[in-house]
């Protein structure tokens, strides 16, 4: 497990492997495995396997790995080390603070947010830009 604080997300849309997912999640979030679901389907099938990264927001170390059951086929499993008011602003300043908050990067760099599952024309927005 990796921290994830005010600067990682800035570093990830530098520096990190595309097309890329990110579901930022809590302990408590009771739709966030079936979102992360809908992401691992999306990608089964390709042969370049795109990260899909998730991100607890409420608890790091042991605790946090205890959930990371709950998001089978996983790449990175981050856990926020700092100031969560502050992280989220680093993420999005208009994340209304709900899980689960995906955000999907395409190859290209661009950015795509939305709460809860992505639908089919998103996932095809994000897997399809070359």
Same mark, same amino acid.
């Given at each position: #497990?990796?921290?994830?604080?005010?600067?990682?997300? !800035?570093?990830?849309?530098? @520096?990190?492997?595309?097309? !890329?997912?990110?579901? /930022?999640?809590?302990?408590?979030?009771?739709?966030?495995? !079936?979102? /992360?679901?809908?992401?691992?389907? !999306?990608?089964?099938?390709?042969?370049?396997?795109?990260?899909? +990264?998730? $991100? #607890?927001?409420?608890?790091?170390?042991?605790?946090?790995?205890?959930?990371?059951?709950? =998001?089978?086929?996983? *790449?990175? #499993?981050?856990? =926020?080390?700092? /100031?969560?008011?502050?992280?989220?602003?680093?993420?999005?300043?208009?994340?209304? @603070?709900? *899980?689960?908050? $995906?955000?999907?990067?395409?190859?290209q760099g661009q950015t795509?947010? $939305?709460?809860?599952?992505? +639908?089919?024309?998103?996932?095809?927005?994000?897997? *399809?830009?070359?």
């Amino acid at each position: #497990m990796l921290p994830f604080d005010e600067k990682t997300w !800035a570093h990830a849309l530098q @520096h990190g492997l595309r097309p !890329a997912a990110y579901l /930022f999640t809590t302990s408590y979030c009771s739709t966030c495995p !079936a979102a /992360f679901a809908v992401l691992h389907k !999306a990608v089964q099938q390709r042969k370049d396997k795109p990260e899909l +990264n998730a $991100v #607890m927001m409420d608890m790091a170390g042991p605790q946090a790995l205890r959930h990371a059951s709950h =998001f089978k086929g996983m *790449t990175q #499993m981050y856990a =926020f080390d700092g /100031f969560e008011p502050a992280i989220r602003q680093a993420v999005d300043p208009a994340w209304p @603070h709900v *899980t689960p908050y $995906v955000v999907l990067i395409d190859a290209q760099g661009q950015t795509q947010r $939305v709460i809860g599952p992505p +639908n089919a024309t998103v996932l095809k927005r994000w897997l *399809t830009a070359s």
